[in-house]
């Protein structure tokens, strides 16, 4: 069996001293260490920017798709009246009748839906909890893309007759009612008023802003203006859209503030009394941001290997000098340049192997405790597993060329002669 064994290895590594580079670097176990630990912590690195960035990136194209179909938000009042910011909430500058408008006036609308907001007190039994409201009408969870867990969603008819009905966020339903409890067909109070809750809303997650939007109460909007805000308001605090495309996004956007502008009878030169947001432009800016600053981490992450490398080269530079009788006793008995190179420059690739495997497992390790420490769905990807390794073999590799070279400089005659 082992000289089977010795036979392949005559076989397959013929030139490839192994043992002789094993020994060599076992002789200064420290240094060696200290040359994996430098090429491990460049190679950890890399695997880390590249997994972190990914779920970063993940995690914007998540909120993305959460925003909604084509999604264009329209806010009452301008962002910006005689220098000072303005909000949606008590201005009266949108109305149902500019929802109709733009649902009938506008090419390339798809859906529109008021929405009616606020924060407001919900109890169950002794159960209370305050959280946020929303009047809006059927079309919002398909404009927001934001479907049900169960239960069904107010109809067309609730809105006509200002229905008492609701649909609870999973924050809300999980405050009011026990796990293995059903909402769907029992009653709550929202502002002194008996609600039927007719369904239970899907897990949303966190809004770009960080907001938790699962910690919400939906209603028909025409409930919320006659029975939770009162005295006759028809304003609404926004308008949200859903245009038929893509495409269609930026010239519905400029439809929209050209048929407000003449509802509203603002002149030419004026400031707007409303407000067209289209988030789904700032967080693809956002993605293209973290791809950029991925591969500026990344950039970094591959200096540290280089600088590993550095670490390697004078390794190996102290070694052939301190091997320089080894090498002329060597070079005297026949032993070739070509050889001498190859035991040199296969020390600097065994370091830079055995750095980058330490590396890559401690970069997976590290990886997955930043997911888990801060909730995101870290996966590294498949490319960074091979992609580090290898980098750090090649750095390996142009880190022993230099050595090795220089160790067949070395004259035997004069190496035979040193003590």
Known sequence: ??????????????????????????????????????????????????????????????????????????????????????????????????????????????????????????????????????????????????????????????????????????????????????????????????????????????????????????????????????????????????AVSPESVKQTVDNITALLRERHHIQPGQDDDFNIRHPEEMIKAQIAANRTLNLFLVSIACISLIVGGIGIMNVMLVTVTERTREIGIRMAVGATASAIRTQFLFEAVMLSLLGSLIGLSSGLAGSFIFGYTFGWPVSVPLLSLFAAPLFAIVVGIFSGLYPAWRATLTDPITALRLE
């Open 1 to 242: 069996m082992k000289s089977a064994l010795a036979n392949l290895y005559r076989l397959f590594l013929p030139n490839l001293p192994v043992r002789e580079s094993v020994r060599a670097l076992a002789r200064n176990k420290l240094r060696s260490a200290l040359s994996i630990i430098g090429i491990g912590i460049g190679t950890a690195a890399v695997v880390c920017v590249i997994a972190v960035g990914a779920a970063g990136s993940r995690r914007a194209e998540q909120q993305l798709q959460s925003l909604g179909e084509n999604f264009i938000w329209i806010e009452a009042g301008s962002r910006n009246i005689n220098g000072v910011r303005s909000g949606s909430h008590g201005m009266n500058t949108l109305t149902l009748a500019d929802d109709e408008a733009i649902l009938t006036g506008v090419p390339d609308i798809k859906m529109v839906s008021p929405n009616v907001d606020g924060n407001i007190s919900v109890s169950c039994g002794d159960l209370n909890w305050t959280t946020h409201y929303r009047g809006v009408a059927p079309e919002f969870l398909a404009i927001r893309r934001w479907g049900l867990a169960e239960g069904a969603t107010f109809t067309k008819t609730d809105v006509e007759k200002a229905a008492n009905v609701c649909l609870l966020g999973q924050t809300v339903s999980q405050q009011l009612f026990n796990p293995g409890e059903d909402p769907v067909g029992r009653y709550v109070r929202i502002s002194n008023q008996i609600f039927r809750v007719i369904g239970v809303l899907e897990t949303k997650g966190q809004s770009p802003t960080g907001m938790d939007q699962d910690d919400t109460v939906m209603m028909p909007y025409s409930t919320v203006l006659k029975k939770i805000r009162g005295k006759g308001f028809m304003w609404v605090d926004d308008i949200m859209c859903s």
